[in-house]
């Protein structure tokens, strides 16, 4: 189409020195693109990028000591440079760096150790000490490039595959590794404000995948939940359904893994915040872990213990109501354990007003289960120490419902007398249907004898009359 017909026409003078003009501007671009390019500072960083890109296994003995001396130097300097929050290298240079950053950290992990408890931190730290200071150093490289640029300019590079390549590292059996990255993931949590849905549920696929799926030791899942716990305590009330299907769905069945002792704390805050923020969920949590007791893992016994009453701490008057006999039930169960850790963990919870509070508000149908369990100890357990507090909690029960303990023991007493005569009545038919059988017995071996006998005799009366019997 042509110009419009009002609109001002050019001379060609006019033309001709805008037409230079563009021309000379197009040529400083070029110029001033060129010496950024030349620039001996980002030569020396490109340099650097280029060098440091190259990974070493550490275990090859034809690799150079000095070479990876070398490096860990290099990555020093290249720290150095990208450290400064006010001073920011060109963006141009950040593709080369998060593939520098990619080679080194994303790499095959050696397969974890069988136990499932993690071994000591010492142990670990041997392991991989080699690597470590060439890790150590790119790692403080990605947290200098997060905490210096801006969410826009890093979203290329920090995207949704590089998210999951970190997850995959909290596999790592190094804790320092562990702690590196949970500073990373955490500080592109904060910044990353998009992302924040696939983070997390990414971060629940690996809780799901360990929970269902493989149960295998992952020495990440404490880091995680670490995270999560942050993640929590940033919750608005009321909880979204989202977070209390998290609640629902992972937190509370990761009670259930054996391991569970390695990341028992982390995983007892989330779940605590939960109950602090909305203590209604308490319910929830506490009829979860009730499901997901261990019968013959002591150890987790007394941590579940510890952690229901920090539960019940947390709870209201609504909650207790409903709570209280279920979970005196299980309280019970555990002081009579001939476990003794367990049994005075169990005893120790009687010593929490909040706890004691709780069991008030079902007193009557908490008491006569109470006190059967006391009176068992008191008669049965092995332990001395455990038969000492158990005395002590019964002395204060008495104190706080003196008849209607008194009431309970006559209950008790008369219960196990009944049950006593039940016990002889019983006794007595078995004996008679022991008599019974052995007198049946001799009866049948009597008769055997006596056709035995008969058919040894009768072939001797030759051709007399045989008698049938």
Known sequence: MGAH????????????????????????????SRQSHTNPEYDEILSLISYCSYTFTFTDPSESPFQQNLKRDKLIKLLSIVKPPKKTIPDEFLSSLFAMISTNLFRPLPPPTASTHLPDDDDFIAASASAWPHLHLVY???????????????????????????????????????????????????????SRSFMRKSMNDVFLHYIFETGEKHCGIGDLLEIWGTIINGFSVPIKEEHRIFLMRVLIPLHRQKGMGAYYKQLAYCVYQFVEKEPMLGVVVVRGILRYWPMTNCEKEVLLIGELEELVENMGTEQYKILALPLCKQITKCLNSWNSQVAERALYVWNNERFVKMASEAIDDVFPIVVEGMERNLKDHWSKSVRQLTENVKEMLEEMEPILYSKCLSQLQHHDSAKNEEEMRRRERWERVEMAAKMNHIIQESQSLYRQMVKDVAPKFKGGVMVCI
């Open 5 to 32: 017909k009002n609109s001002p026409k050019v001379s060609p003078s006019q033309q001709k020195s805008t037409t230079l003009k563009c021309l000379l501007d197009l040529d400083s671009k070029y110029n001033s």
């Open 140 to 194: 403080e490289i990605l947290l200098r490039l997060i905490t210096n640029y801006e969410a826009k300019n890093l979203r290329d590079y920090i995207n949704e595959s590089f998210i999951l390549n970190l997850l995959a590292l909290f596999q790592s059996e190094d804790p320092r590794e562990r702690d590196s990255l949970k500073n990373a993931y955490h500080k592109i949590y904060s910044k990353f404000h998009s």
